[in-house]
C-alpha cells in the first residue's frame, strides 16, 4: 500500500479544523500534535501496518500523553474562574450589587424624574402663558419663538421721538441681557435633561456590569461630571452678565441724579446772580 506524500499529508493536517473547536490557549498544543503526525507519517512503516495503524498511534500518542497535559489545563483554568468568582470577585456579592441598583433605579427613577420636569405655569392672560411655556419647553429651537413673545410682553425699545438716547440705550441694553439670560435658561434646560439621559444610561450599565468593569465606569461618570460643570458654568456666566448689567444700570441712574443736581445747581447759581 502506498502511503501519501508528506505534503499532501500536511496540507490535509492543515484543512484539519482543530483551530474550530481547540481554544486559543491550546492551540500551541494542536500545532505540535500536527507536527507529530506530520513526522510519524513521513517515517517509514510496514506494509501490512498501513495508514489507519499509523493513525492509531498518533491518536493513542494524543490520548494519552497530550491528554494528560491538556486535563492539567483545564483544571488550572478551572481553578482560576473558582479563584476569580470566590474570592476576587465573589459572585454573590457582585449579584447583590447588581440587584441593588437595580431595585434603586426601580424606586427613585421615576421619581427623581418627576422632581426635574415639574413645571409651575402662574401666568393667567394668553400672552404671558404663551412666554410661560416657551420658557418651560426645554428645547433650545424655541429662541425664535421666545424673543417674539418677550418682546409682545414687555414692549419694544421706544421710538426715537417718544424717549431721550440714553434711555433708549438703557432700555435696549437691559431688555438684551434678559432676552440672553432667558435664551441661556432654554439652553441650560436641554442641557439638564441630556445629562441625566447619560445618569440614566451609566445606571444601567452599572446593573448589569461585569466585574472588573469599575474603572471604565469611573471613567465615564467623570466625563459626565465635566459637561455637568461645563453647564453650571454656563449658568454662572449668565448670573454674573445679568449682575454686572444691572450694577452698570444703576450707576447710570446715579450719574443722571449727579447730572441733573448739577444743573439744578447752575440753574439756582444763575437765578441768584441775576438777581
Not at 159 to 187: C, F, H, W, Y
Request: proline share 4%.
Amino acid at each position: 500500500m502506498r502511503l501519501p506524500s508528506f505534503s499532501t499529508i500536511t496540507h490535509s493536517l492543515k484543512s484539519f479544523t482543530f483551530r474550530s473547536v481547540v481554544p486559543k490557549s491550546k492551540q500551541k498544543c494542536v500545532a505540535l500534535v500536527t507536527g507529530i503526525i506530520g513526522i510519524a507519517l513521513a517515517l517509514p512503516t510496514p506494509a501490512h501496518a498501513g495508514i489507519f495503524g499509523v493513525f492509531d498511534s498518533i491518536f493513542g500518542t494524543i490520548q494519552n500523553d497530550m491528554g494528560t497535559s491538556l486535563k492539567a489545563i483545564n483544571e488550572i483554568t478551572k481553578d482560576m474562574q473558582q479563584l476569580y468568582q470566590e474570592t476576587v470577585w465573589p459572585l454573590a456579592m457582585v449579584n447583590s450589587a447588581r440587584g441593588f441598583v437595580s431595585n434603586s433605579i426601580a424606586s427613585y427613577r421615576g421619581y427623581m424624574t418627576g422632581v426635574f420636569r415639574i413645571s409651575s405655569p402662574s401666568a393667567t392672560l394668553a400672552n404671558p402663558q404663551q412666554l410661560e411655556t416657551i420658557l418651560h419647553s426645554r428645547t433650545s429651537t424655541q429662541i425664535l419663538a421666545l424673543q417674539s413673545s418677550f418682546t409682545t410682553n414687555y414692549g419694544s425699545v421706544p421710538a426715537v421721538n417718544v424717549a431721550s438716547p440714553q434711555d433708549r440705550v438703557m432700555v435696549d441694553i437691559d431688555d438684551a441681557l434678559g432676552q440672553e439670560n432667558l435664551k441661556t435658561t432654554l439652553i441650560a434646560d436641554q442641557g439638564q435633561d441630556v445629562v441625566l439621559a447619560t445618569a440614566d444610561q451609566m445606571e444601567n450599565q452599572v446593573a448589569a456590569s461585569a466585574p472588573g468593569s469599575t474603572p471604565f465606569l469611573t471613567a465615564q461618570a467623570q466625563v459626565a461630571n465635566l459637561r455637568c460643570q461645563a453647564f453650571m458654568q454656563k449658568m454662572l456666566a449668565a448670573e454674573l452678565r445679568q449682575e454686572a448689567g444691572r450694577i452698570a444700570h444703576d450707576n447710570v441712574l446715579v450719574k443722571r441724579r449727579a447730572a441733573s443736581a448739577g444743573n439744578l445747581n447752575q440753574f439756582v447759581s444763575g437765578a441768584l446772580t441775576h438777581q
